[in-house]
Structures are given as structure tokens and as C-alpha cells.
């Protein structure tokens, strides 16, 4: 089998599945948590039927998955890429889950997902398929139930319009229904950098406790998104060395590092009008060399951060990986049979469902907000995702301490404990069992 092709036979959900088993073995979860988070709760496909520009009506397969509520209403970003699947979706939702749960949020998990291309798409045409995708989901999403937000592909304006076309249908306001909307519409100050500012809480922390100096260390970011250019703007800001950026086409890199401010500058001035999308790339700008996406992960570095996709780290190139801390800003981008081998290796993953939960964080922060009719300072709103960072990444820190566990197995265990902690306010075997 080449490379690719194990790449595309993976199956992203039964990978987040047997990585789940493997860790709630090691950590000794009850089999009453695990066995709740063997399936979600629900999964609804659709097929939106969208006028294009030239008349014709195209169709795209949609889904939204509901993981698990135990915690609270589900909650996870809705994602456009062709390589959406259901089961990608799934293993999404269900991280998303985990992650809820690491940092302490009253919500579950959920994801949602569209089949597209948008790069090939209109504004117009992105803005009815999105309205699409509501019309579709609007009886299996809700403020109480399942709250959407942006994630890959994704924006701002775009929750502008699906928030819109909820309201229409409910013939109420409901800005609760979804987060990472417009600020003007109810949404969050910060929101836009949460992602990458939580990742920059992690980072600061971990460097701590290894005692790295941010002017010696030098960082390699894949995928110079909402999450990417935001986590290397805050390092660079402190100090850290970013010599390398990718994005979709293509990835640079500078032994002298980058000004991530005026890359992202140049990135924006590329296109003709700062649009839904930006179709320039990092490729064609400042002095740099150019390598590719593969080459940038396999970089001499201090930290890689994969921020882009998942699966990026597997079987065919871990041996090549040489950076000694992976930070996991993406959802998934290591995969779990390869978590072993990079402990072996003595390097140190800091785990997704940890490391991103900035972005879910600041969505909860816009929710409260919403249903109070408040708004916060963006002062505000950078302390209490502070508070909720640190005091999330205290947590797992201390149970890879005290149980000598990575810090993904760390994140696991936590996130396991509050859910069995949930499920069993509702009676376990044992409690039935010892009452029957
Ligand atoms: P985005 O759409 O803003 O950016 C994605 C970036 O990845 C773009 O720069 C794109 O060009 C680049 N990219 C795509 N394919 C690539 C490839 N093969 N190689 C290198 N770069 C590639 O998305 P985002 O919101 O920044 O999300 C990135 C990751 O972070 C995803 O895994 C997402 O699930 C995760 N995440 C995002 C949020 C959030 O709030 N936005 C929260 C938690 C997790």
C-alpha cells in the first residue's frame, strides 16, 4: 500500500475510537463512560439543494452530528471542505466532547459539516448554500440543543447568515443558537483569536515547566489560518522564532524568521478585495525558500504546530518527525497509532483537545453573553479564557504528573472523569446493582 493510500484508508472515526479505548484502558475509566462514547447520539444527513449563479440547482451532502450531551447542549464548529465525511464529522464531535469536558465548559460535543469546494463557489452561492444547511438543520440545532460555530472553511460572516436564516425560520431572535457570529450581531469580542490565543496559553505553560527560553526556540506553523496565523502572531509577539508557515498551496521558510503581522498582511493584499476567502498564498511572498507542506512538518524545530488538518502525522512520516514538542492546534492532526512511538521518542504532544479549546471557550463566553443581553471587553473575555486555560492546563499537567501519563492520555483521563462523573448522577451498574 503507498503512503497515500493508507492516508486515505484510514478511517478518521474508528482511529479516534481505538485511540479512546486504548487511553480509557491505561487510565482505568469505567466501562459505563466508555461504552457512552462508542456511538452518538445522533446524525443527520442531508442534501442541499443550491441555486448556482448560472441557474442551475447543485446538491451537497451535509451532516451535522450530535456526540454526546451529558455535560450540556452539543456543541462544535461546521466545516466546508470536499473531503468532509460522515465519519470525519463523528471523530470531530466526538473530540469535541473530550475537549468540553478537559476544560470544564456545560456543553457536549458535536460537528457539523458540508461536501464542498467553497474556493469554487461565488459569495452568493456560499451565502444560500449556508442557509441551505440551516434550512436542513434547523429542527436538530438550538440554543438548548446543539449550538453550531465556524470551523474549517468557516467564518464570521458566514454564522452571520446561518444565525439570519435561523431567525427567519423561528420567527424570533435566537443569536444563542450559533457563536463566531459577526460582533455587531452578538457576537464575542476575541472570538476570532480565541483558537490561537488558547494554543498560546498552552504553549507559555508547557515552556515553563520545560524551561524553554521563547528567543531560543524556533517554531514551524502548518496552516496559516484563523488558528495558525493567531497562535504565531502571540508567540512572535513573545519573543519565539517563527521560521516556518504553510498554507493550502504551498509552505515557506526562514532561518531568520518571519513577521507574522506583515505576512498576514501580504496574505490579505494578494486577493482583490478581503472577501469571504483568501485566495492568495504564502507561497508568493516575502524572502524566504519555499518547500513543501510535508518538509515544513518534518523541519528541525523546537515546536511544530500542526494547525491545519487532521492526519498529517501517521505511520508513513513519524520516523521523519524531529521536532522534540508537537503542539496540536488542528483537530486530529497526529494519529493515534503513532502515539506511542512519539512517546517512545520522548516527544511531547500537547493534545488537541486541550491545546484548541481556546475557540470552544470563547464560543461559551458569546452564548452567556447572548442569553444575558450583555457584552463583554475584549479585556474581559482574554481573562476568563486566561483563567480557563491555565487552570485546564494545570489539571492535566498534574494528572501527567501524579499518574505518569502523556499529556494526551493526562487530557483523556480528565475529560473521562467528568463525564463518568456526569453519567453517574444518573446510576451506574454498581448503584443498581447494590439496590436492586
Ligand atoms: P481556516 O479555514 O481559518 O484555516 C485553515 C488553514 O489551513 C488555511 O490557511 C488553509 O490554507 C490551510 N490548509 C488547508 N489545507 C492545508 C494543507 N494540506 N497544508 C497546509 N495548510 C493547509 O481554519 P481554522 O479555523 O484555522 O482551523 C484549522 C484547524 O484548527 C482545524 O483542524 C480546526 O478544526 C481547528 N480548530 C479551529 C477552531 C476555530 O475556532 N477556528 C477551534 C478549534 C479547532
Known sequence: MSDTESKENLDVYEGALARLGRIAEEVHAPAEVCEALQQPKAVLAATLPVRMDDGATRYFDAYRCRYNDILGPTKGGIRYHPAVTVAEVKALALWMTLKCAVVGLPYGGGKGGVVVDPKKLSRMEIERLSRAYVRAMADFIGPDTDIPAPDVYTNARIMGWMVDEYQVIMRRRAPDVITGKPVIVGGSHGRDEATGRGAYIVIRELAKRRKMKP?????????????????????????????????SKGAIFSEEGFDVESLFHQKQETRELKGVYCEGSVCQMVDHDKITNEELLELDVDILVPAAL?????????????????????????????????????????????????????????????????????????????????????AVWSAAEERSLSLRSAAYAVALDRIGEALATQGTREFFQDGR
Open 215 to 247: 528567543d531560543k526556540t524556533r517554531v514551524a506553523v502548518q496552516g496559516f489560518g484563523n488558528a495558525g496565523y493567531n497562535v504565531a502572531k502571540l508567540l512572535q509577539d513573545d519573543g519565539y522564532r517563527i521560521v516556518a508557515v504553510s498554507d
Open 310 to 394: 487532521e492526519s498529517v502525522i501517521g505511520t508513513w512520516n513519524v520516523d521523519r518527525i524531529r521536532a522534540p514538542v508537537v503542539v496540536e492546534v488542528a483537530n486530529g492532526p497526529v494519529n493515534g497509532d503513532v502515539d506511542e512511538t512519539l512517546r517512545e521518542r520522548g516527544v511531547i504532544v500537547a493534545p488537541d483537545i486541550l491545546t484548541n479549546a481556546g475557540g470552544v471557550t470563547v464560543s461559551y463566553f458569546e452564548w452567556v453573553q447572548n442569553r444575558q443581553g450583555d457584552q463583554w471587553s475584549v479585556e474581559k473575555v482574554r481573562d476568563r479564557l486566561e483563567e480557563t486555560m491555565t487552570s485546564a492546563f494545570d
